[in-house]
C-alpha cells in the first residue's frame, strides 16, 4: 500500500488559518484567567517557533519536548514539526536517571521543556554533555521574545519558507509497554497527518466549532494526533485541562461535546455522576450527566486500554455515546475508531486507509501510516514485521466482515499450561467487568495453576457496607469458576491493598508469565 498525498503539519495549519482565521483554535486558564488563541495566532505562534530552531540548529536534530498540555507546549510541539527536526515527547515525571539513558538512546541536543521539569533538567544539563540547548517555555518573558525575535516581519522570516521531507522521521514515540523494553518509535509527517484523514463512522462526532477538551497526556500519540493534529484539521476548539486535578472544575467551565479518555477517567466521571444522583435522587440521568459533564456533553472516545462494555451501558442511561478505538504507535496510532453502530464489546470499526488480517489468531495491519522503524533497533524493526510487509500488533482478536475489529488478548500474555492449552488472560479478567466491588485485576499463570490478583474498590466497599472484602471477592471468583472450563479455573487469589503499578499510559504491568 503507497502512501497518500497526505498534507504537512504546516500545510494543515496554513489552510486552516486562511479558512478560519480568528476563530478560536485553542483555550485555556491561566492565572484564573481564560485565554484563547485562534487558528491565525496559533501559525504564527508555530512558524516563529519554527525559525528559532532553524536558526539554533542548521541539520536536522532530535529534540526532547517534556511538560504537562499547555499552550507553548502544543506551539513547541508543531514548531518541532513543522521545521523538519524530529520531536521526542516525554512525560514531565520520568525519573532522571531513565531520561538520561533514552537521552542518549535518542541522541537528543536540545531540550524543550516547562516549571515542571525544571529542577530535572538543571541536573541534566551537567549529566548531558551532549545537549546543546536547554529552553524553558514557561518562563513567560522567554517565550514571547522567541514570538518576538522571530516573527515574521524579522530578518529570520524566510527560515520557515522551507518544506519538509513528510517521508522523513518527524516524531520519535518511545513506547512505555506492558512489557519488555522501551522502544523509540519512529514516524513520518505522513504517519502523523495521514492517520487521521480517515472516514468518520460517528457521522456527528467531530462538527466544526465544536468544543473538545483535552485531558489526556500529550506525550502520548493518541492525544498527540488526536486532540490537536485531527481537531486542527476539523476545526475544534481545544479546550485545555493542564493538571488532572482540576479536571472537575475545567469541565463545568469549557462545557465540551466531545472528550477523548481512557478507561480510567471514563470509570472515575461515571462514579461522580452516580454519586450526584445517589445524593440527589430526584434528579435525572442527564441532569447528573450536566452537573458533571457541563450541559453539552455527548460523546467520550476511550481507548488506550481495555473498555468495559458494561461502561458503555451505563453511559448511555446518561445520554452519553461512549465508544472504543484501537491503534497502536508502530501504525502511526489509529487502525479501528468509534463506530454507534458497531457491538460495544468491539473496538470498532477498521478506518479506510488501514487492512486488517489475522495470523493465528493475531492482528496484523498494513497501512501507509506506518512506523519508518525503531529508532537505532533494526533487529527490532524486522521482527515487528511479516516477510511480507504486514505490522505485528502483538494483540490477539479477529475481524468481521463489516469491519469490525475485537480484541481478545495479548500474544505474550497467553499462558501455555501443562496440558498444552493457550489461555488468555485478558479473556478472564474480562469476566469480572461490571464487578463494583473490584477496581483492578490481573490474571497470570503460577505453577501451573491459574492466580487472579485483585484491587478491590475500598471506597465503594465502605459506601456500601461490606466489611469482609476477600469474601466478597472470593464468592465472586466461586460463581464464575462455577460456569468455567477447566483451564480457566482461578485457583489462587491475591488481595491487595494498593493499586498496580501502571505504564505511562494507564495500563497495568504485568507479570512474567511463571508455570
Avoid at 481537531?231 to 461535546?257: A, W, Y
Wanted: hydrophobic share 35%.
Amino acid at each position: 500500500m503507497s502512501n497518500l498525498n497526505f498534507p504537512s503539519v504546516k500545510e494543515l495549519l496554513s489552510a486552516q488559518s486562511e479558512r478560519l482565521g480568528n476563530k478560536t483554535f485553542l483555550k485555556y486558564i491561566r492565572n484564573g484567567e481564560i485565554c484563547e488563541k485562534s487558528f491565525n495566532t496559533v501559525y504564527s505562534d508555530t512558524l516563529s517557533f519554527c525559525r528559532m530552531i532553524r536558526h539554533k540548529f542548521g541539520k536536522k536534530t532530535n529534540i526532547a519536548l517534556i511538560g504537562q498540555t499547555g499552550y507553548e507546549y502544543i506551539i513547541s510541539l508543531l514548531g518541532i514539526l513543522t521545521s523538519g527536526c524530529s520531536v521526542v515527547p516525554f512525560s514531565p515525571e520520568i525519573n532522571v536517571a531513565e531520561i538520561k539513558e533514552l537521552f542518549d538512546d535518542a541522541d537528543i541536543e536540545a531540550v524543550v521543556f516547562d516549571s515542571n521539569f525544571a529542577k530535572k533538567a538543571e541536573i541534566l544539563k551537567a549529566a548531558c554533555p551532549s545537549v546543546k540547548l536547554f529552553l524553558n517555555v514557561s518562563r513567560s518573558d522567554d517565550f514571547k521574545d522567541i514570538m518576538r525575535i522571530y516573527s515574521e516581519s524579522s530578518k529570520y522570516s524566510s527560515l520557515s519558507d522551507q518544506d519538509v521531507d513528510k517521508d522523513e522521521c518527524a516524531a520519535i514515540i518511545y513506547t512505555s509497554g506492558t512489557t519488555g523494553i522501551r522502544k523509540g518509535v519512529m514516524l513520518s509527517t505522513n504517519s502523523l497527518v495521514g492517520n487521521i484523514m480517515y472516514k468518520d463512522f460517528c457521522t456527528d462526532i467531530f462538527r466544526e466549532n465544536d468544543v473538545i477538551m483535552s485531558v489526556l497526556p500529550m506525550y502520548h500519540i493518541y492525544c498527540f494526533t488526536g486532540d490537536i493534529i485531527k481537531n486542527l484539521k476539523d476545526g475544534l476548539q481545544v479546550c485545555l485541562n493542564g493538571s488532572m486535578r482540576e479536571i472537575t472544575k475545567n469541565l463545568k467551565i469549557f462545557k465540551p461535546r466531545i472528550m477523548r479518555v481512557v478507561p480510567m477517567i471514563a470509570e472515575t466521571l461515571l462514579r461522580r455522576m452516580k454519586l450526584y444522583r445517589a445524593k440527589h435522587p430526584d434528579f435525572s440521568y442527564e441532569e447528573a450527566a450536566h452537573h458533571v459533564f457541563g450541559e453539552n456533553i455527548k460523546y467520550l472516545i476511550s481507548g488506550g486500554a481495555y473498555l468495559n462494555s458494561a461502561l458503555v451501558d451505563e453511559y448511555a442511561k446518561y445520554g452519553i455515546l461512549l465508544r472504543q478505538g484501537y491503534g497502536m504507535t508502530e501504525a502511526g496510532c489509529r487502525i479501528s475508531v468509534p463506530d454507534e453502530g458497531v457491538d460495544p464489546s468491539s473496538v470498532g470499526r477498521i478506518i479506510d486507509i488501514c487492512e486488517v488480517r489475522t495470523q493465528d489468531d493475531e492482528i496484523q495491519v498494513k497501512t501507509p501510516t506506518r512506523m519508518i522503524g525503531y529508532y537505532n533497533m533494526p533487529e527490532e524493526t524486522e521482527k515487528i514485521f511479516t516477510p511480507d510487509g504486514w505490522l505485528k500488533t502483538g494483540d490477539l482478536g479477529y475481524v468481521t466482515e463489516d469491519r469490525q475489529l475485537f480484541i481478545t488478548g495479548r500474544v505474550k500474555n497467553l499462558i501455555i499450561l501443562s496440558s498444552g492449552e493457550n489461555v488468555s488472560p485478558e479473556a478472564i479478567e474480562k469476566k469480572f467487568a461490571g464487578c463494583e466491588i473490584i477496581k483492578e485485576v490481573m490474571v497470570y499463570a503460577e505453577n501451573n495453576m491459574i492466580a487472579a490478583e485483585f484491587y478491590p474498590d475500598y471506597e465503594y466497599a465502605q459506601n456500601h457496607g461490606i466489611q469482609d472484602i476477600n469474601s466478597r471477592i472470593g464468592e465472586i471468583t466461586d460463581a464464575l469458576n462455577s460456569k468455567a472450563k477447566s483451564s480457566h479455573f482461578i485457583s489462587k487469589i491475591i488481595i491487595r491493598q494498593i493499586p498496580f503499578e501502571k505504564t505511562g499510559s494507564g495500563k497495568i504491568k504485568r507479570k512474567e508469565n511463571t508455570i
